[in-house]
């Protein structure tokens, strides 16, 4: 035995209107199709499901007996397809991103407060975590997409380019008293060329850090590859560091958010200006939602003003 829902609804239309061509109307099929799914349903079945006659279609005692079961199974089958079907929307509608500490606490609240005021009706969630862990996340479906410096793809996952930023030097500055509200205005971002970091003291991210090898390489071209320097796991740390006046510390322009909190002055590093890829990485062969979609577009009009 088989039973189809097409035919165990049919069967609960004629028996709730006691009547074929009523019943077809409200099932939207024509009546003679409506016949056919209950004498199929009756074959199967191995008994009559209704008595006809021309004035009234009752049911049979094995129909009445059929009822209530017909009628659990299909009132079960639609609660759990509206409940699949609100989950399916929620999980639409819900944007997981996965970034490192200083991209989630100075570059994704405004992108976020901009995407958030045209699109109320997605959720978002944010998980703050290193590298490694947003390659995890994104990975095992833990979240939608990771955003940071990947400079190669992980095993299955696909890396695209959503941003440009360039290496700066962060200094301290000494204290000054203010005298104006000027005083209060977060510096402008200068240029200084490598050649500046010759005599500089040095602190940075552990050697192993990607970010950091692509800064020794270029150290390298003044002397200063080999330089033992004290070295931090975070960029946060590496500039509260700075401000306290450890030393001079090289980092992407995506930090400099961070650095305006702080008293520090920040110079773009030219001679050469070194660009660095900022990427979004996503599950290779994942579904990407409209959700996702119109978080790129935000975030790759926002980049641009946060590193500069």
Same mark, same amino acid.
């Given at each position: 035995?088989?039973?189809s829902t097409?035919?165990?609804?049919?069967?609960?239309q004629?028996?709730?209107l006691g009547?074929?061509?009523?019943?077809?109307?409200?099932?939207?099929?024509?009546?003679?199709?409506?016949?056919?799914?209950i =004498? &199929?349903?009756?074959? *199967?079945?191995g008994? !009559? +499901? @209704? %008595?006809?006659?021309? $004035?009234? /279609?009752?049911l049979?005692? #094995?129909?009445r007996r059929?009822?209530?079961?017909v009628?659990?199974l299909?009132?079960d089958l639609?609660?759990?397809?509206?409940?699949l079907?609100?989950?399916?929307d929620?999980?639409?509608q819900?944007?997981?991103?996965?970034?490192?500490?200083l991209?989630?606490?100075?570059?994704?609240?405004?992108v976020?407060?901009?995407? =958030? &005021?045209a699109?109320? *009706?997605?959720?978002l !969630? +944010? @998980? %703050?975590?290193?590298? $490694?862990? /947003?390659e995890?996340m994104? #990975?095992?479906?833990?979240?939608?997409?990771?955003?940071?410096?990947?400079?190669?793809?992980?095993?299955?996952?696909?890396r695209?380019?959503v941003?440009?930023?360039?290496?700066?030097?962060?200094?301290?500055?000494m204290p000054?008293?203010?005298?104006?509200?000027a005083?209060?205005?977060?510096?402008?971002?200068?240029?200084?060329?490598?050649?500046?970091?010759?005599?500089a003291?040095l602190i940075?991210?552990?050697?192993?850090?990607?970010?950091?090898?692509?800064?020794d390489?270029?150290?390298?071209?003044?002397g200063?590859?080999?330089?033992?320097?004290?070295?931090?796991?975070f960029?946060?740390?590496?500039?509260?560091?700075v401000?306290?006046?450890?030393?001079?510390?090289?980092?992407?322009t995506?930090a400099?958010a961070?650095?305006?909190?702080?008293?520090?002055?920040?110079?773009?590093?030219?001679?050469?200006?070194?660009?660095?890829?900022?990427?979004?990485?996503?599950?290779?062969?994942?579904h990407e939602t409209?959700?996702?979609?119109?978080?790129?577009?935000?975030?790759?009009?926002?980049?641009?003003?946060?590193?500069?």
């Amino acid at each position: 035995m088989n039973l189809s829902t097409r035919q165990m609804r049919a069967f609960l239309q004629v028996a709730r209107l006691g009547n074929f061509t009523r019943a077809a109307e409200q099932a939207h099929i024509t009546q003679a199709g409506l016949s056919i799914l209950i =004498r &199929e349903m009756e074959k *199967q079945l191995g008994c !009559r +499901l @209704f %008595d006809r006659t021309t $004035r009234v /279609v009752s049911l049979t005692p #094995a129909g009445r007996r059929l009822l209530p079961v017909v009628e659990r199974l299909v009132t079960d089958l639609d609660d759990v397809a509206a409940q699949l079907g609100a989950e399916g929307d929620e999980a639409r509608q819900t944007l997981r991103i996965a970034a490192t500490p200083l991209v989630s606490s100075h570059l994704l609240p405004q992108v976020f407060t901009t995407f =958030r &005021e045209a699109h109320p *009706q997605v959720s978002l !969630r +944010l @998980f %703050d975590a290193d590298l $490694r862990d /947003v390659e995890a996340m994104v #990975a095992a479906g833990d979240a939608d997409m990771g955003l940071g410096f990947f400079f190669k793809a992980a095993a299955g996952l696909e890396r695209t380019p959503v941003g440009r930023f360039h290496l700066m030097r962060v200094m301290p500055v000494m204290p000054v008293m203010p005298s104006t509200d000027a005083a209060d205005e977060p510096p402008a971002i200068g240029t200084a060329p490598w050649s500046t970091l010759r005599t500089a003291e040095l602190i940075g991210l552990p050697a192993g850090n990607p970010i950091q090898r692509v800064i020794d390489q270029h150290l390298a071209t003044i002397g200063r590859a080999d330089a033992q320097r004290p070295t931090f796991n975070f960029f946060g740390t590496l500039i509260s560091m700075v401000e306290a006046g450890f030393g001079t510390a090289v980092m992407p322009t995506f930090a400099l958010a961070a650095c305006r909190r702080h008293r520090v002055r920040t110079d773009v590093l030219v001679k050469p200006k070194i660009g660095l890829d900022f990427y979004r990485i996503a599950k290779r062969g994942a579904h990407e939602t409209e959700a996702m979609q119109a978080f790129v577009a935000t975030l790759v009009k926002a980049l641009p003003a946060l590193s500069r």
